[in-house]
Nanobody, 123 residues
Framework: QVQLVESGGGLVQTGGSLRLSCVIS????????MGWFRQAPGKEREFVSA????????YYGDSVKGRFTISRNNAVNTVYLQMTNLKPADTAVYYC????????????????WGQGVQVTVRS
């Protein structure tokens, strides 16, 4: 059974930074493409960022380009999302997800999901 566990969320002021982590267990981490999505109350789940399993392909949603950075460490089965210059519009529950293949910007392509972690940006 594959499990993903996110951590690192919290409350931050506008302009602040947070780093989210997601640890995957149960299968070989290096075989999965990894992504981050977020969902704010009353809104649809939004693509944030994704990275292919070798790290050669990286994608960002338009709203986070230049502010967020995705990375992964296959040795410790972890993917990270470094978030800088945070804005109130970034407030959401952030989810990490794992996919074996497909369009990494689409939530429907992911096979496994974490439980989510809250990020709140205060104005």
């Amino acid at each position: 059974q594959v499990q993903l566990v996110e951590s690192g969320g919290g409350l931050v002021q506008t302009g602040g930074s947070l780093r989210l982590s997601c640890v995957i267990s149960g299968r070989t981490f290096g075989n999965y493409h990894m992504g981050w999505f977020r969902q704010a109350p009353g809104k649809e789940r939004e693509f944030v960022s994704a990275m292919s399993w070798k790290g050669g392909n990286i994608y960002y949603g338009d709203s986070v380009k230049g502010r967020f950075t995705i990375s992964r460490n296959n040795a410790v089965n972890t993917v990270y999302l470094q978030m800088t210059n945070l804005k109130p519009a970034d407030t959401a529950v952030y989810y990490c997800a794992a996919a074996e293949m497909g369009d990494l910007t689409l939530a429907s392509e992911y096979d496994y999901w974490g439980q989510g972690v809250q990020v709140t940006v205060r104005s």
